[in-house]
């Protein structure tokens, strides 16, 4: 696998054997072309799902939202993003706000790299806590 700048992937193991189990958290991407990518990959979606069946904390940024609109993981959850994927997320079932950083139930969103620094500490907050109630497909 390799990344939208045709970088390889840092993952030691194909996405099809990759299972949420064998991770504590999810930090989802942003940038338009990788999480178009990853939304159109079978595994990485069933990744996603599987993190938020089993309620572990997630972070994601600016455009990685629609990986969770794809995942069916947004109905009744608020949160952020770049703001082009605000219908994305509203056709979806989520609430789109236009913050700096949303956290709702482990799902930490901001809207950009400008938001970093609120982002990251929010991230920090959430992995800490650890599991949240599980979440199924919307």
């Known amino acids: 696998m390799t990344s939208s700048r045709a970088r390889p992937s840092p993952w030691t193991r194909p996405s099809a054997k990759v299972s949420a189990d064998d991770y504590d958290a999810l930090i989802v991407p942003g940038g338009t072309v990788g999480a178009d990518k990853l939304r159109g990959n079978a595994d990485a979606v069933r990744l996603i799902r599987g993190f938020f069946q089993a309620g572990k904390p997630a972070g994601v ?53 400008r938001d970093l620094p609120a982002f990251c500490a929010k991230i920090v907050e959430a992995f800490a806590e650890g599991r949240h109630p599980a979440a199924g497909p919307s």
């Not at 939202?65 to 952020?80: C, S």
């Not at 056709?91 to 901001?110: K, P, R, Y």
Request: one cysteine or more; glycine letters at 12%.
């Open 61 to 113: 940024i600016c455009h990685g939202p629609w990986t969770l609109v794809e995942a069916g993981v947004v109905r009744g959850r608020t949160l952020t993003s770049w703001p082009t994927l605000a219908t994305d997320i509203r056709n979806a079932g989520g609430t789109w706000v236009d913050q700096e950083v949303v956290t709702d139930q482990g799902l930490v969103t901001s809207r950009s790299p």
